[in-house]
């Protein structure tokens, strides 16, 4: 058996990556990741994307093991951004005479990356490629999540090359198929992958989501993480409802604290909300926790519940990078609350409701506003209470939801 083989003619060349620590120089990869590439071999050859060029020469080494001396006649770039496009410019000088496919966005950018402009072939939505026995046929996806985003779909094997929709963060240990790995730590790493680098787009990925509804779909190869065969189901919804906003029943609690006044409270109110009855419930402290786990579990739940202290008459800082990430990716809707303190000038509560103003988020429970340290006395009756309005909140949310 040959693993990389996905499908007669159609085979995995891509690489992974245990080096990089901070994927986009932003987020972390506690499990690697992969850069997937793939050859498609009918009487023509052409590979389906390429990988970041740092690891271009085990890239190439792939490819000879599969090709030996045949040529690759065409390349095709889904995707234009340097993960998977940096190693175009060493495939161009080893293999002269390849085409490189494109649209006419792709095509641009290439020019403007690398300089590329020869022998290059143009496509259009729904044009095909006959590589003799087998067919590529390119479908336009602009803004998941990049303008010139196309997918590749091959009508024998009902296979699609989708760029970096169905991706996920995770190196292929070993196997390359979900058959062939062990998932478990994939599906939250898929929520995170897509959190940090899609997530602005959910607009963008329903509509590919619907254009690509039409086709029927039996393998999925995306340019991260595992090739998607049995758990095509499970993959297209996690898309789905990350794409529509839509969170699981659960609380996200994300807080800063210098002291830990601002902490206590965060803690007794989520034992106030265990008490309600309410979970999952999630609590990070925003000083240590990775923000991209953070956004991702904010995608992953319907409700957040946000504290912080009063810094420089601002929010901590802390917390002012965790809601600037929320809104760059503009999440229509969250059930919402917060609390804030102080020691003699209040501000976090303020800047929170204006956060909730500019995203249009409803504010329904009261926030509690602490002046200087925490008493069990003075505060675990009002950490009750907002638990008891948060729980409100969501039940009440659960009910429109089954309206
Ligand atoms: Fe994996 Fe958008 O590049």
């Known amino acids: 058996m040959n693993i990389t083989e996905i499908k007669p003619g159609v085979r995995y060349v891509g690489v992974n990556d245990r080096t990089t620590t901070r994927f986009e120089g932003l987020w972390s990869l506690p499990y690697g990741v992969s850069y997937n590439s793939y050859l498609v071999t009918g009487e023509r050859v052409a590979l389906i994307d390429t990988v970041e060029e740092s690891f271009g020469s085990r890239f190439v080494e792939n490819i000879r093991r599969e090709l030996g001396d045949r040529t690759i006649d065409f390349l095709v ?4 951004e340097p993960d998977h ?13 390849m085409r490189i496919v494109g649209n006419a966005k792709t095509l641009q950018m290439l020019q403007g990356y690398y300089g590329i402009g020869e022998n290059t072939l143009e496509v259009k939505e729904g044009d095909t490629l006959d590589l003799g026995g087998l067919t590529l046929a390119f479908y336009f996806a602009p803004m998941v999540h990049w303008p010139e985003v196309m997918v590749t779909y091959c009508p ?34 898929m929520r995170r992958y897509y959190a940090a680098i899609v997530g602005k787009y959910g607009a963008p990925v329903q509509k590919a989501l619907q254009k690509l509804s039409g086709l029927p779909v039996e393998t999925i190869c995306p340019t991260h993480g595992p090739v998607w065969q049995h758990e095509i189901g ?14 699981e029943p659960g609380v996200v609690i994300a807080y800063g604290s210098m002291y830990g006044n ?70 229509p809707h969250r059930n919402f609350a917060l609390f804030g303190s102080y020691t003699w000038a209040a501000a976090a509560v303020r800047r929170f409701t204006e956060f ?48």
């Open 77 to 80: 770039v889904n995707h234009m």
């Open 156 to 189: 024998e094997y009902r296979l699609l090359f989708s760029a970096d929709a169905f991706g996920t963060f995770g190196a292929l240990d070993g196997g390359i198929t979900d058959s062939q790995l062990r998932l478990d730590h994939f599906w939250d790493e």
């Open 262 to 331: 601002t902490e206590q409270l965060a803690d007794e109110l989520a034992r106030s909300l265990a008490t309600e009855g309410v979970a999952p419930i999630i609590v990070h402290n925003l000083s240590t926790a990775d923000p991209s786990v953070v956004l991702r579990d904010v995608f992953k739940y319907d409700t957040l519940v946000v504290g912080s202290p009063t810094y420089n008459n601002e929010l901590f800082p802390e917390v002012e990078y965790l809601l600037s990430r929320i809104e760059a990716r503009c999440i």
């Open 356 to 403: 909730a103003e500019r995203m249009k988020w409803a504010l329904p429970c009261t926030p509690i506003e602490m002046k200087q340290g925490y008493s069990h006395e003075r505060y675990d009756g009002e950490c009750r209470r907002l638990a008891g309005e948060i729980a409100s909140m969501m039940n009440r949310g659960k009910t429109a939801a089954n309206l």
């Open 234 to 247: 499970r993959v297209v919804e996690i898309y789905d409802r990350m794409s529509r906003y839509e969170g």
């Open 85 to 97: 496009s940096s190693s175009v410019a060493t495939l161009r000088r080893l293999y002269p005479q």
